[in-house]
T-cell receptor, first 115, second 113 residues
Framework: DSGVTQTPKHLITATGQRVTLRCSPR?????VYWYQQSLDQGLQFLIQ???????AKGNILERFSAQQFPDLHSELNLSSLELGDSALYFC??????????????FGPGTRLLVL | GENVEQHPSTLSVQEGDSAVIKCTYS??????FPWYKQELGKRPQLIID?????GEKKDQRIAVTLNKTAKHFSLHITETQPEDSAVYFC????????????FGTGTSLTVIP
């Protein structure tokens, strides 16, 4: 167990709908990263937050948005869903206060299926 | 930005043999290189990492080597076992200044009993 939690584990929805994925980082970690992993694909970096602020953006679609709250949990919002958005979505955390900044730990992922 | 290339994309070895996976990176400012193992449907798990001030690091049957001049790093697994079968990802990061991990495309390792 990495200490990073994600909910829900599974999500089935229809095209055009909107969903919210939630991530709680390891206790004390300030950074949250979101990744998308389609079937048999690598990890596509979406976005990173550090202590509530957006720090880096990757291949994130305009239909997707994220935020990090004062308690450091993060949410990834996916709207106007398309079939191609079906994937495993991971969040990862790093940067504990006063600790080693770069070690990154992944959550168990949310499997999204768009029908 | 950084570009990480990983080879091979698939690798099959006999149980007990060694496996080597190689990654190259483009940005000389990258100074932290983790390796992750991902079993089917599960989370990537950090198995070993190396920082640029070190040339080699070992942890039991796993080792990582780094050549800063050539900008490449490799994962070595010795005495492979069936439970080593998984997808392995390398990554590059700029510690203290970087905001994004750059991942390789993954290597699917199969250990044949």
């Amino acid at each position: 167990d990495s200490g990073v939690t994600q909910t829900p584990k599974h999500l089935i929805t229809a095209t055009g709908q909107r969903v919210t994925l939630r991530c709680s980082p390891r206790s004390g970690d300030l950074s949250v990263y979101w990744y998308q992993q389609s079937l048999d694909q690598g990890l596509q970096f979406l976005i990173q937050y550090y202590n509530g602020e957006e720090r880096a953006k990757g291949n994130i679609l305009e239909r997707f948005s994220a935020q990090q709250f004062p308690d450091l949990h993060s949410e990834l919002n996916l709207s106007s869903l398309e079939l191609g958005d079906s994937a495993l979505y991971f969040c990862a955390s790093s940067s504990p206060r006063g600790g080693v900044r770069e070690t990154q730990y992944f959550g168990p992922g949310t499997r999204l299926l768009v029908l | 930005g950084e570009n990480v290339e990983q080879h091979p994309s698939t690798l099959s070895v006999q149980e007990g043999d060694s496996a080597v996976i190689k990654c190259t990176y483009s940005d000389s400012a990258s100074n932290y290189f983790p390796w992750y193992k991902q079993e089917l449907g599960k989370r990537p798990q950090l198995i070993i990492d190396i920082r640029s001030n070190v040339g080699e690091k070992k942890d039991q049957r796993i080792a990582v080597t780094l050549n800063k001049t050539a900008k490449h790093f490799s994962l070595h697994i010795t005495e492979t076992q069936p439970e080593d079968s998984a997808v392995y990802f390398c990554a590059a990061f700029q510690a203290n200044t970087g905001n994004q991990f750059y991942f390789g495309t993954g290597t699917s390792l199969t250990v044949i009993p």
